[in-house]
């Protein structure tokens, strides 16, 4: 069964450092997609970054990169230069059938992110 | 702003009650996704439909029901309300034309089942 794995339940960073938020992951699929989401204190979930199984490239968006490592099942999101509205509750998902209209998205526990000024 | 819209925003009610979440996918959007955050249990996916039809089923309870309309908004009804039913339930629409595609979420209704 597919599943998502978010160990760290908190950090705290200091503000311009970089951050990494791990996920990993497990499913039989060999077609998936990986995302992260935020979710800041008012609720809404945002839409972060999304990597493809099949993508040869992490995928990066702005100061958001993945650290896709297929082999070792491990998609971690990274911030770099951390600003304090980064801080919220961050979600690693996980889509199977990359390709397949019907797929189910499960997501991890989430990793809560404040920033320190 | 996702371009996804719910309503309502909150919505308290009591248990044995029933009630309808409404919501409205981005333009363009085909399928729409319907997720339970609650403490205990995270986000869980309940249910999308695509186009019209049911497509793929997560953990719903028998007590809650969808549906997606042809002008493509999504009604989610929820019966017989516990409260353990009290969560935040947001929906989330995806173009999802046969490609990998991202899914928007929408702010959320917070039920709170007294």
């Known amino acids: 069964a597919q599943k998502i794995t978010q160990t760290q339940p908190g950090m705290f960073v200091q503000e311009k450092e970089a951050v990494t938020l791990d996920c990993t992951y497990d499913?039989?699929?060999?077609?998936?997609?990986l995302f992260w989401y935020k979710q800041p204190s008012s609720g809404e979930m945002i839409f972060l970054i999304y990597?493809?199984?099949?993508?040869?490239q992490n995928a990066t968006e702005g100061r958001y990169s993945l650290n896709f490592q297929k082999a070792r099942k491990s998609a971690n999101l990274v911030i770099s230069a951390s600003q304090l509205g980064d801080s919220a509750m961050y979600f690693c998902?996980?889509?199977?059938?990359?390709?397949?209209?019907?797929?189910?998205?499960?997501f991890g526990s989430g990793t809560r992110l404040s920033i320190r000024p | 702003d996702s371009g996804v819209t719910q309503t309502p925003k909150h919505l308290i009610t009591a248990t044995g009650q029933r009630v309808t979440l409404r919501c409205s996918p981005r333009s363009g959007d085909l399928s729409v996704y319907w997720y339970q955050q609650s403490l205990d249990q995270g986000l869980q996916f309940l249910i999308q439909?695509?186009?019209?039809?049911?497509?793929a089923k997560g953990n719903i309870l028998e007590r809650f029901s969808a549906q997606q309309f042809p002008d493509l908004h999504s009604e989610l009804n929820l019966s017989s309300l516990e409260l353990g039913d009290s969560a935040l339930y947001f929906c989330a629409s995806s173009l999802l034309a046969g490609e990998v595609d991202t899914q928007y979420f929408g702010p959320g209704t917070r039920l709170t089942v007294l």
């Open positions: 990597q493809g199984s099949y993508d040869e």
């Open positions: 439909y695509y186009n019209g039809e049911e497509r």
């Open positions: 998902a996980m889509r199977e059938a990359e390709y397949s209209s019907a797929s189910k998205i499960i």
């Open positions: 499913t039989s699929d060999q077609s998936y997609g």
